[in-house]
């Protein structure tokens, strides 16, 4: 089977699988001359053909300033397709990306520095044109790299995903090749007689991901089914057995502890604490309760005793060294116990392991003040209503 069959079956199931593209979307393709943009750029330019969805593809390549970057082949690449190709200035990148190698005495130009400021010129373009998408070649190779570096270098779990959206720019970020492998784009290339631009980076080929990609062949070699396993892992929530929901962090050795909210089990049973005290106790409304974007960029917990839920609390950090502590509930039947006492000085330092020097900050209901006093906080400026009920800000350093 030729390769353009495989590669457009993939997209298929991406699309179908992840929801990746609708009716009346607009989509930047991101060009960057290298084999993985040309054949995302010529699959999806075909799958307008024959998905029955109806969408518009912009092919954009970004001039990054880097020495040698000729936009010309590209160009006519586009223009063979029926496309046209728009170049957009984005020289400030290598100037920003050279200060920030010698500042740091590194070997080469900072990649992750680089990514980010492509991302954010290229939505630059996405919002002009008002497009809502912007499509990255990123393959199954490139997620299990990723996977894997994550892991050695960042001591986490996780991959690029599917699909992200990126609220200040109100852009979806998707991968339509997510499900392709690399040996299907090179043979795909190699049909097609499509030439390859190549990378400009001066740090092309002399990455971490490159140690990782050789690291990743020596182990195919080894186990030949290992590649294929590796990408139904990340997908295979049904099997997922990781510690992360095993963690009750002991606050002391009567059995008080703090249990990470890392399921969905986990939410229900904080909303249902902050349901009985906000809510039921205290009048305070569901919107004002549940802001979405507060929950997203929190860090939840559930307060145990022994096997009981008692409370809840969590932390977000609301600017640079500066973590709030909000939505703080403790069961009616369990106050007045020295147990929330407990909790706050427990996650204040648990905040300061990692963050200090910070400030930590609350807004405080006027009767908590004097509890919140005892926990080493200070009031800061005037009273004010929130949720219909005073309070005051507190600050801890």
């Avoid at 990126?166 to 997510?178: K, S, T, V």
Wanted: aromatic letters at 10%; a neutral charge; proline letters at 3%.
């Amino acid at each position: 089977m030729k390769a353009i069959r495989t590669l457009l079956a993939c997209i298929r199931k991406a699309d179908q699988t992840y929801n990746l593209i609708n009716h009346g979307d607009k989509i930047v393709v991101g060009l960057s001359g290298g084999k993985d943009s040309l054949a995302l750029l010529y699959c999806l330019n075909l799958y307008r053909k024959f998905s029955h969805t109806e969408f518009e593809i912009q092919p954009v390549t970004l001039d990054l300033g880097f020495p040698g970057f000729n936009p010309k082949p590209l160009e006519e690449f586009c223009e063979s397709l029926g496309l046209k190709l728009i170049v957009h200035d984005s020289k400030e990148v290598y100037q920003i990306l050279s200060i920030q190698k010698e500042k740091q005495g590194l070997k080469h130009l900072p990649c992750s520095i680089c990514s980010r400021m492509k991302k954010a010129a290229i939505n630059k373009v996405a919002n002009e044109l008002h497009f809502n998408k912007v499509a990255f070649a990123h393959h199954a190779d490139d997620a299990i790299e990723t996977l894997l570096m994550n892991e050695i270098y960042g001591s986490r779990i996780a991959t690029f995903s599917p699909k992200m959206h990126l609220e200040n720019a109100d852009i979806d970020f998707i991968r339509p090749f997510l499900l392709v492998h690399e040996k299907d784009i090179k043979q795909f290339i190699k049909e097609e007689n499509i030439f390859v631009v190549g990378s400009a980076c001066p740090a092309d080929k002399n990455t971490t991901r490159e140690d990782v990609k050789v690291l990743l062949n020596n182990i195919y070699k080894q186990f030949p089914k290992a590649k294929e396993n590796f990408l139904s892992m990340i997908s295979n929530y049904q099997q997922e057995d990781l510690w992360g929901n095993e963690i009750y962090l002991q606050v002391n050795q009567e059995g008080l502890c703090l249990k990470p909210v890392v399921c969905p089990i986990d939410e229900w049973n904080a909303i249902n604490i902050r349901q009985i005290v906000f809510r039921e106790e205290q009048g305070v409304s569901y919107h004002e309760d549940e802001i979405l974007e507060e929950e997203k960029a929190s860090e939840t917990y559930l307060v145990y005793l022994k096997d009981k839920i008692i409370g809840t609390i969590r932390y977000r950090e609301v600017k640079e060294k500066l973590f709030k502590l909000e939505r703080f509930a403790i069961l009616k039947d369990f106050r007045e116990k020295g147990y929330g006492k407990q909790v706050i000085e427990y996650l204040s330092n648990l905040i300061w392991s990692e963050f200090n020097p910070c400030t930590i900050t609350l807004n405080a209901q006027i009767q908590t003040v004097e509890f919140y006093e005892k926990c080493g906080f200070e009031k800061e400026g005037k009273e004010f209503l929130e949720a219909g009920i005073k309070h005051i800000k507190m600050n801890r350093k």
